[in-house]
């Protein structure tokens, strides 16, 4: 389409958004002729806008019929013989070069020729991105063409799989996974060194040939690092969630896309030793652990991962981009050490970042022990200075039970990281022993019953709805327990116990619809 664009007023653009709604609401299924004779007829100075709108509607039409888009016979020179893969932007068909009778891959931007600019400028980028680059460890690109407005270029087919396919109980033995990795730091390294960035590594973009060595492919968010570029800047996603740099979440514009891909292989390397991907939920939760948790080490899931596999690991995927490794190079030298026996070089953790990992890894933990850790002391120092006359044993007892069945409760967490009941079942819990301990303290009471909307609040930073209504619901039982069964004037004003009540809801409906808000805004399914 190669008409002038216009700029209308508010008050034309207002009338040509009207025009535009009606032509969408057209059926072509069902004599849309006669419709689009009305429409021109009635707007007679947006007849350009109008029949553009309505071939591109009629295309896309027809597109929706299927999932996916009809296969060819033929692109160019190339016999299509079957689709192998479909990506974000692009579809892979298996081809045959009838003049040099070679297998080839054949890959097409996936929308066909109702691409826009911006897809057809990265889809040439990817091209011309890894025609540069020559390493048997990088998929090599034959030709690049284009049929019509059809863009598509062809690379090496590859008789293989992806890293993808060993997931679960089908994971890769810790020596042959850091073996792969260090192969692949080294095709990396090649990369960087030509000045581009993949940055969107993951299992499924890294193949093993007959041979069992790596190839990286799809290189649709490359970045040049010395040619700059706002291709992918601007409301684009960058990578998949489940393996893109916190970094890249924050601040896509300051990110060096070098340090990107240290993480994301990283993130490679987990999923091979674990079985699964570092953090695992929808879009929104997935990218919110990757900014704020730690992984969990590998070991957890695989008992044959050592500790040194484990700091390699985590090193790589430093939250901190100054604290990963330095180079794609440093993180192979690292793995090559570990696969000779000899001594890592990652370097030990102070206290206060061991510590900080650790609430980053089990944040309900360190906060339960914390908390409970800090009242314990005060319990005591309040009975022995005559301030309080409550039962010191009872007290001690309950909050010592607290602690220790925390730690139970936070593995079963890890294991069940996807469901949402051992969270929950864990706030219950919660909710029990606070109310106990509440009973057992000295009247008044008033001041304590503050730990319900403190619980309430709390359960809001794991940004589910459900987490929000069930500790609501169950820190209002738990206050109307102690206000019925207690003796303690400041709990039995009927008055006060409405508004206490009506203050929980309010609280749990403001934050379960911000929270509905927010996750609105990722509405994509589990990653």
Request: net charge neutral; hydrophobic share 45%.
């Amino acid at each position: 389409m190669n008409s002038t664009p216009i700029f209308p007023d508010s008050d034309s653009e207002q009338e040509l958004n009207r025009v535009l709604a009606e032509v969408l609401a057209i059926d072509p299924a069902r004599n849309p002729n006669a419709s689009l004779e009305t429409i021109l007829k009635k707007y007679p100075r947006w007849a350009t806008q109008i029949t553009e709108s309505w071939d591109m509607h009629q295309q896309l039409s027809q597109c929706k019929a299927s999932s996916k888009l009809p296969v060819p016979n033929h692109i160019g020179n190339y016999e299509i013989l079957s689709e192998v893969d479909r990506g974000g932007m692009g579809i892979v068909y298996q081809a045959r070069h009838r003049e040099l009778d070679r297998l080839v891959a054949l890959k097409i931007i996936r929308s066909g020729e109702l691409a826009d600019v911006d897809e057809i400028a990265r889809f040439r980028r990817e091209a011309e991105a890894a025609a540069k680059l020559v390493h048997p460890g990088i998929i090599p690109i034959y030709e690049v063409g284009q049929e019509k407005n059809l863009i598509y270029y062809t690379m090496a087919f590859v008789q293989g799989k992806s890293l993808a396919s060993y997931h679960g109980a089908s994971r890769v033995p810790p020596r042959a996974a850091a073996s792969i990795i260090r192969k692949m730091t080294q095709a990396i390294a090649y990369a960087h060194a030509q000045g581009i960035a993949h940055r969107d590594i993951k299992p499924s973009n890294i193949l093993l040939d007959e041979r069992g060595n790596p190839i990286l492919i799809d290189f649709g968010l490359a970045k040049m690092t010395r040619v700059p570029s706002d291709l992918t800047d601007s409301g684009n996603a960058l990578g998949t969630p489940a393996y893109i740099a916190p970094e890249q979440i924050q601040n896509t514009r300051i990110v060096n896309p070098l340090a990107s891909d240290i993480y994301s292989l990283g993130g490679v390397l987990y999923f091979l030793l674990s079985g699964r991907a570092p953090f695992s939920g929808t879009t929104f939760e997935v990218l919110l652990q990757a900014r704020d948790r730690e992984p969990t080490p590998p070991s957890r899931w695989n008992h044959e991962v050592d500790r040194e596999l484990d700091a390699i690991c985590a090193r790589a995927m430093e939250k901190d981009p100054k604290q990963r490794y330095q180079s794609i190079s440093e993180f192979g030298d690292d793995l090559e050490r570990w696969i000779d026996g000899r001594a890592i070089q990652t370097p030990t953790k102070s206290l206060s970042m061991r510590c900080l990992r650790w609430w980053r890894q089990e944040p309900g933990l360190v906060a339960h022990i914390v908390a409970i850790a800090i009242v314990i002391p005060i319990v005591i120092v309040s009975h022995y200075v005559d301030e309080s006359n409550s039962n010191l044993s009872i007290q001690l007892m309950l909050l010592s039970s607290w602690m220790v069945l925390c730690l139970p409760l936070q593995r079963w967490v890890l294991r069940r990281i996807e469901s949402w009941l051992p969270a929950v079942t864990w706030g219950v819990i919660d909710v029990l022993f606070v109310t106990a301990i509440i009973a057992n303290a000295e009247a008044p009471r008033g001041l304590l019953v503050i730990a319900y909307p403190l619980m309430v609040a709390a359960s809001a930073l794991f940004y589910r709805t459900i987490y929000v209504a069930m500790m609501t619901t169950a820190c209002t039982i738990g206050f109307l327990v102690l206000a019925y069964t207690v003796n303690d004037p400041s709990m039995a004003r009927r008055d006060f116990q409405l508004i206490y009540v009506t203050s929980l809801a309010v609280l749990g409906l403001t934050l379960t619809s911000m929270i509905s808000r927010i996750r609105n805004v990722f509405s994509h399914r589990n990653v």
